[in-house]
């Protein structure tokens, strides 16, 4: 079992940047694939980016693709969201998730089994 935590949230402005990161315990990290998902108020919890175990692929939401990376260290249990070129509607609470049911990068909530408790991102205009 592993346990996530994200930081790194917090309100901007359209246009600016911000790094998340989701650490988690234990000793099998590499053995994980990992997701963040993001749900907006009165909104469905939705897909944003997933990377696969030793990091060689990742997936993007059409939405953040271009302006969001994914990437992880496998050597300090960390994952990490790059946000870019921010917009009012990716304000939204960011969760990490993990999951060693599927290889690749699992686009779906029941792919993962775990979650963190997330971070709220808050973009104005």
């Known amino acids: 079992q592993v346990q996530l935590e994200e930081s790194g949230g917090g309100l901007v402005q359209a246009g600016d940047s911000l790094r998340l990161s989701c650490v988690a315990s234990?000793?099998?990290?590499?053995?994980?694939?990992l997701a963040w998902f993001r749900q907006a108020p009165g909104k469905e919890r939705e897909f944003v980016a997933a990377i696969a175990r030793r990091g060689g692929s990742t997936s993007y939401a059409d939405s953040v693709r271009g302006r969001f990376t994914c990437s992880r260290d496998n050597a300090k249990n960390t994952m990490y969201l790059q946000m870019n070129s921010l917009k009012p509607e990716d304000s939204a609470i960011y969760y990490c998730?993990?999951?060693?049911?599927?290889?690749?990068?699992?686009?779906?909530?029941?792919?993962?089994?775990?979650w963190g408790q997330g971070t709220q991102v808050t973009v104005s205009s």
């Open positions: 998730a993990g999951g060693v049911r599927y290889n690749g990068t699992p686009v779906y909530q029941h792919q993962y089994d775990y």
């Open positions: 234990g000793r099998t990290f590499s053995s994980y694939t």
